[in-house]
Every structure is written in structure tokens, then in C-alpha cells.
């Protein structure tokens, strides 16, 4: 008896709270969730993907907007970078619940665009608050527009580039005359020389890279190589296959003339290769210049950042990326809240030299342009890189931590490992693009 | 004492029920109502997305778009079992439950045995042996890779201090293998640990004290006492390390990305890419659909096996 009452007061008891938990969620996110109503959303909603330094620098910026306009509130949230990010951003527009202002890397924009997820930049009003396509990187706007619509608002460019360890580079008689960069070099004999007068200088390794699961990396290292030979490795929007076998055989062949030799380890991953650059035991790093930043907190070690010289091609090439600044499609959205996104994005590029801390070229040219960022060195040293910036191939299935880049990037490490010769590889990397190219995609592209 | 000890323990008694075979209905329905959480729960989360995913299998559905996308028939199907790295993603699932499983079990048996064994700091034991398990994967494979990096990381160090060749942990498939397996080994046979330690201590302690006046050795004891009492709980470590093994995917993706040349990459990381990174949430969908089946196949065959080995009336002796 005494135990049935139990149960009934227990169960009574539960049926309660959950009562009262239902009640007061009525306001939380929630309920609103749940319910698909928007919890008094602030004047702009910001999704980024940034945390570390980076997320650092955008909570600044995003104070700055703050104190610039004090009536107009900004709730920033910040999501995880990559597959997490893109899903949530896609799965929200496609749902009628998108943030008004983005982040987007240029590299995955084409697939946006294509799916009609972002509004078209020249409908969002930052034209008339003076942000027009003159005043950008050419090449960051360029990736920017696809088939003629411009879809989003580059904020950086950020390219691979060429660490060097300065007490080293000195040591091995790399230096200029004024001692802040190195002397001009150019073609595949010189930069060779240089990596070993590194290793003779007293460098375990002349260069290091991240290579070993590290696939986006290695993707880097080959494109921006083979770039200078030839251009992309498809075309049409990622349907045909376009390779020029001798130059991907000769990309392959400078690749394992520096790690078959022990100019560069072959098997090192990014824990590694920060490792060996870091206490000087490898003179160059090649890497992308986001990891400025966590070296400038090792005490002791002097280092440079120069874009890279010209390697196989006449020109130099520099593989690179952009965050820029989306606002996805929202039909429901009133010219109000569209407004108040343009200025939100016309003043994170007047602040954009606060960004270039995390190492970034700043799209923008009155930023770039600054005292502000022009103080920065060694920032200032690779702007260059920006201008010369080569893009990931336009497709469904490229971009920034893309199933693609696991994929080609994984024969470039066998390349680079030495376990696939040059002639093999080439013939591995056409069948890795063939998956991409006869796979049905998701969306259809023009 | 010995033969009543020996003898496995009589089944139950069926519970109490009412003249026509059935329990009171106010405790059928006070059954129903407790269960309806769970119920709820159940067809929410686990039934909803399970049908679901067999009418996403048939469209081009994609996760940037509404919708369901165009119909597609069967041809997700036809394309994931035509593909060579589905194939592959397979075999390294299958490969790495081959692998585990069988050291997980014996493992976890050895060191519960040992554990309840030592005479002193039992507790300690215990606690040292399931402590891996509650650390996330992610921090377990941070400390492995820091062990495993080339050049720099502990284990190349140790092994060319002892001037052996420097296996190449995470950049060959052979050494990715092994990093995954050791740092698997390490990381999960505390959950296997726990349910044997528990078993153990069901064993009634006047069986071992017979055993000991009859002159059983140590080794005897758990030869003839130990493991025997203890194969039911064998057959459901062994079947719930099978699916968990099977359903790898965390450390491989952490530690190696599936790499080198995803030579590694197990087939929940196959579905992952081409599901989440690559949009193509039909075609995923069916990718998971095929490995349901495979799975379940699996969980099927080891009960029926489990329910034929059961059924011998004979009554078993430990002696």
C-alpha cells in the first residue's frame, strides 16, 4: 500500500516538473526552437566559424561595430569550422532560418551560389555604402562572382606561403643585402640550392611541411606548384578532367626531388613540422600563413614569412583561400534587418586590418592600403601572394576540408612519401577526379 | 557442497500470473505508462530517422537544398555497391573488428582475473583499468599522436634509442594500423574490464574454497571455475565488442583522417564524406542503409548461434 502511494506521489511529482520545466521554457531557444519561432533576434545574426586568434580578432571587430553603432545589436555565434559549419549554414537557409550575415570561404561558394542559398551581393545594399569591386584583390573578387553575379564580399586572402627561420637563413647566405627578406631567387634550381644551403647551415632539414594525414596541406604544396605549369585540374564546373600529364608528372617529380634525398622529411605531421620549425631544426616551413600567430609565442625563435618564388612556371603562384562575408537568402527578411547586415559587412572590412593579426591579407584595399596594416610585419611582406592567388578548380565538390581534398590530397602524400612514382601518380590522380566528375552531383551547375 | 556448487543454478520460477495466463491489467497498464518515455523517445529518435533515411536512399536529396530532391530509383544503390572505396571502408570495419575484438575480450578477461585476484589495492587495480575508457577520444588520440609523430614524438624516439628501425606510425598503413589498435587496446577494454570484474564477483566464494580444499592450483581455478561460470558474460562482451568495433570511427578520423591514402578510412567515415562533406545526403543514406543490413545480419546469425549452443539440456559440470 505504502509503496503504491509512493509511485503515485513520484510519478505526480514528475508530471509536475515537467509541467513547470514546459512552462518557463515557453521563452528559452528552446521552446523557440522547438516551436520554429525566432527568440528576439538581434539586429544583425553573425555566423563564423572562427575561434583561437581568429575568433579573437572578429570579437574585436565586432565591439568596434558595436561602438560605432550603438543602436544596432549583433548576437555573433560561432560554430565549428568546417563540415559542422557548412551544414548548419546550408540545412538553416534551406529551412528559412538563416543568419543575415555569413562566413564563407570562396573556395566552397560555388555550390552555395548554385543551390540559390545567398543573396546576390549587389542586392544587399553594401554597394551603395561604397563597397564595389574596385576597391578589392582582383582575384579575391574574381572567385567572388559566379557566372558574372558577384555572391559574396571577400574579407582576406590567405595564401600558402614560405616560413623561414632568420639565424638560419643567415647562416646559409639566403639573406638580402638589408637583411629583411630573402634574395631574390626564381625556377626550380635556385629554390632547390636554397633548401640545401638550409640543411648545411646546420638544419636537421632543409624544409619541413605537414604532409602525413594531412591531406588539405599536401593539396596546397601540389596545386600552387602545379599552377605555375598549367591550369586547373577541371574544368567545366568540375565535370571534365583537364590534366596536362607532363606538367602533373614534373610537379610530382620537383615534389619527391626534395623529400627522396632528405631535404624535407617524408612522413611529418602538423605537430611535427611545428616541432622541427620552431626549435630550428628545419630552415623553411611551408604552410599557410594563418600559423603566424602560434609562432610568435615561441620564445627565442626569429622568423620571416615571404610569398613563394616562381617554381616550375615563369611566374610565381601563390594556392590560396578567402574568408569572405555571405548573407544567405532569406525571403522573409525585412529591408531593415537586410540594412543593417550591409553596414554590419561594410564595417568588418573598414576593421579589417585588426583581422590581418591572425596573419591575413586584408581583401579590402583602403585596409590593405592602411598604416594599420602596413605596420605589420611580416604581414606586409606577402601581399604580393594575394594578387598572384590561385583558387581551388570551380565544382560542387572542391573547397576548404572538402571530401576532394581528402582524396587528391591523399595520392599527393603517397607522392611525396615516396611510395607512388611520379608517372604512377599521375594516373592515381586522374582516377581520384573521376570519381568527382562522374559523380551525380547535388546540385546542378551551369 | 561441491556437486550443489557445481551445477548450474535452477531457472526462476515464471512470475506470478493470474488464472488465465495474464497479468492484472492495471499492471499492464502501469507497464505501458512506464515505458511510454522510452516509447516516445524510441520512435523519435531511432525509428523517425531510420525511415526517413530509406526514403532519402532513393532521392538525390542534398543537405543544400530543401526538399527531398529528384527521385532516383535504386541508383544510390547501384552506385555505392559498384564503388571500390565503399568496398574498402568496408574491409577496413571488418578488419579492425577482427583485429580488437578478439584481444579486447581476452584482455579485459586477463586483467579482471588478475584484478580480482591481487590481495591488496584491489581498488586501485580496478580504477587504473577503467580509467582510459571515460577519457574522450578526442584527448586520448591527442596524447597517442603526440606519442606517434615522426620525428619528434616519444615512440620514434624510444625505438631509435634502442637503435631499432623507426616504424612510421601514422604515415604507413601497416604502422597506422598498429597505432590505431594499440591506442584502441588501451583506451576501450576497461568498458570489457568492468562487466567481467562484475561477473567475478558473482561467483560465489565457497566454489573457490571447495575447489582450494580439493587441491585445485591457482591456475586450475580459473581454467575449471573462472572462465566456465563466467561464458554468459563472454557471449555478451563478445557481441557488444562486435558492434561497437564495427561502428569505429572517432580515433581512425582523429588520429589519421583515415589516411594514409585512406588506407585506414572504416565505412562510418565513408558515409560521413560523402553524406556530409560532399552535400550528397541520398547516396549517403543509402551507403548507411547497406550497413545496416550488414550489421544487423551480423546481430541476427551470432543470436540464432547463441540460441542453438544454448539449448543441450545436459547439465554442465565444472569438474
Known amino acids: ?446 | 557442497m561441491t556437486t550443489v556448487a557445481s551445477t548450474r543454478p535452477a531457472r526462476r520460477p515464471a512470475p506470478v500470473r493470474t488464472a488465465r495466463g495474464r497479468s492484472p491489467r492495471s499492471d499492464r497498464r502501469a507497464g505501458l505508462l512506464l515505458s511510454t518515455p522510452f516509447l516516445v523517445v524510441y520512435l523519435l529518435f531511432l525509428a523517425g530517422p531510420l525511415l526517413m533515411g530509406i526514403v532519402l536512399s532513393f532521392f538525390n536529396t542534398t543537405t543544400v537544398k530543401d526538399g527531398l530532391g529528384d527521385w532516383v530509383g535504386v541508383s544510390n544503390y547501384t552506385k555505392v555497391l559498384r564503388d571500390p572505396l565503399f568496398w574498402d571502408a568496408m574491409w577496413h570495419s571488418v578488419l579492425f573488428t577482427l583485429i580488437t575484438t578478439p584481444l579486447l575480450v581476452v584482455l579485459a578477461l586477463l586483467f579482471a582475473i588478475l584484478a580480482s585476484r591481487v590481495r591488496r589495492g584491489r581498488v586501485f587495480y580496478r580504477l587504473a583499468f577503467f580509467a582510459p575508457y571515460v577519457v574522450p577520444s578526442s584527448v586520448v588520440a591527442l596524447i597517442f599522436l603526440w606519442m606517434y609523430t615522426p620525428e619528434v614524438g616519444l615512440f620514434p624516439k624510444l625505438f631509435g634509442a634502442v637503435g631499432l628501425p623507426v616504424p612510421d606510425f601514422i604515415g604507413s598503413t601497416s604502422g597506422g594500423w598498429t597505432a590505431v589498435i594499440l591506442m584502441t587496446l588501451w583506451w576501450t577494454f576497461g568498458f570489457n574490464f568492468v562487466l567481467y570484474t562484475a561477473a567475478i564477483q558473482d561467483v560465489p566464494p565457497d566454489v573457490y574454497e571447495a575447489a582450494a580444499i580439493d587441491g585445485a592450483s591457482p591456475w586450475q581455478q580459473i581454467r575449471l571455475i573462472t572462465v566456465p561460470l563466467l561464458r554468459p558474460t563472454t557471449g555478451l562482451v563478445l557481441i557488444l565488442q562486435i558492434l561497437a568495433s564495427l561502428k569505429v570511427f572517432d580515433q581512425i578520423y582523429l588520429l589519421l583522417g583515415g589516411g594514409p591514402a585512406q588506407s585506414t578510412r572504416p565505412v562510418i567515415e565513408y558515409i560521413y564524406d560523402t553524406g556530409f562533406t560532399s552535400y550528397r545526403g541520398g547516396y549517403g543514406a543509402a551507403a548507411t542503409m547497406v550497413y545496416f543490413v550488414i550489421i544487423v545480419a551480423i546481430s541476427t546469425a551470432w543470436y540464432a548461434l547463441r540460441r542453438r549452443s544454448a539449448t543441450p539440456a545436459a547439465p554442465r559440470t565444472a569438474a
Open chain 1, 1 to 446: 500500500m505504502s509503496g503504491a502511494m509512493a509511485r503515485r506521489r513520484f510519478l505526480a511529482l514528475g508530471g509536475g516538473l515537467t509541467l513547470a520545466g514546459g512552462l518557463s521554457a515557453c521563452s528559452s531557444p528552446l521552446a523557440s526552437g522547438l516551436t520554429g519561432s525566432q527568440p528576439d533576434p538581434a539586429d544583425v545574426v553573425f555566423w563564423n566559424l572562427f575561434t583561437g586568434g581568429d575568433g579573437a580578432n572578429m570579437a574585436l571587430m565586432e565591439n568596434a561595430f558595436r561602438t560605432e553603432h550603438p543602436g544596432t545589436t549583433v548576437e555573433a555565434t560561432i560554430l565549428g569550422w568546417g563540415n559542422p559549419y557548412y551544414t548548419k549554414l546550408a540545412l538553416a537557409t534551406a529551412s528559412g532560418t538563416p543568419p543575415d550575415v555569413g562566413i564563407s570561404h570562396l573556395s566552397r561558394l560555388p555550390l552555395l551560389a548554385a543551390s540559390g542559398l545567398l543573396e546576390p551581393v549587389a542586392e544587399t545594399g553594401v554597394t551603395e555604402l561604397g563597397v564595389t569591386p574596385d576597391r578589392f584583390t582582383p582575384a579575391a573578387w574574381k572567385k567572388a562572382t559566379v557566372n558574372g553575379t558577384a555572391y559574396a564580399v571577400p574579407l582576406d586572402t590567405h595564401p600558402f606561403v614560405l616560413f623561414y627561420n632568420v639565424d638560419l637563413a643567415k647562416k646559409a647566405g639566403l639573406l638580402n643585402a638589408a637583411g629583411d627578406g630573402l634574395k631574390p631567387m626564381k625556377g626550380r634550381a635556385a629554390f632547390t640550392d636554397a633548401v640545401k644551403a638550409m640543411k648545411e647551415a646546420g638544419a636537421r632539414y632543409g624544409a619541413a611541411m605537414s604532409i602525413t594525414a594531412d591531406p588539405s596541406t599536401a593539396w596546397r604544396w601540389f596545386s600552387m606548384i602545379y599552377s605555375g605549369l598549367a591550369g586547373p585540374v577541371v574544368t567545366g564546373s568540375g565535370t571534365t578532367i583537364d590534366i596536362d600529364a607532363g606538367a602533373m608528372q614534373e610537379t610530382f617529380d620537383f615534389m619527391q626531388s626534395l623529400t627522396g634525398p632528405g631535404l624535407m622529411p617524408r612522413s611529418l605531421n602538423g605537430s611535427g613540422a611545428n616541432a622541427l620549425f620552431s626549435t630550428g631544426k628545419a630552415g623553411f616551413l611551408f604552410d599557410g600563413e594563418w600559423q603566424i600567430p602560434s609562432y610568435r609565442l615561441v620564445k627565442g625563435l626569429r622568423f620571416n614569412v615571404v610569398p613563394f618564388p616562381a617554381l616550375l612556371g615563369p611566374e610565381p603562384v601563390a594556392y590560396a583561400d578567402s574568408h569572405a562575408l555571405v548573407v544567405p537568402r532569406n525571403p522573409k527578411r525585412s529591408s531593415a534587418r537586410t540594412a543593417h547586415a550591409a553596414q554590419f559587412i561594410k564595417s568588418l572590412l573598414d576593421h579589417s586590418a585588426t583581422w590581418a593579426h591572425g596573419g591575413h591579407v586584408p581583401a579590402w584595399l583602403p585596409s590593405q592600403r592602411s598604416k594599420a596594416f602596413l605596420g605589420q610585419s611580416p604581414q606586409r611582406n606577402y601581399v604580393q601572394a594575394a594578387f598572384n592567388a590561385r583558387y581551388d578548380p570551380v565544382a560542387w565538390y572542391t573547397g576548404a576540408g572538402s571530401d576532394f581534398q581528402n582524396t587528391v590530397g591523399a595520392t599527393v602524400i603517397e607522392v611525396l612519401a615516396g611510395r607512388l612514382g611520379p608517372k604512377e601518380a599521375v594516373s592515381a590522380m586522374r582516377a581520384d577526379l573521376k570519381r568527382y566528375t562522374t559523380a551525380r552531383p547535388p546540385v546542378t551547375m551551369k
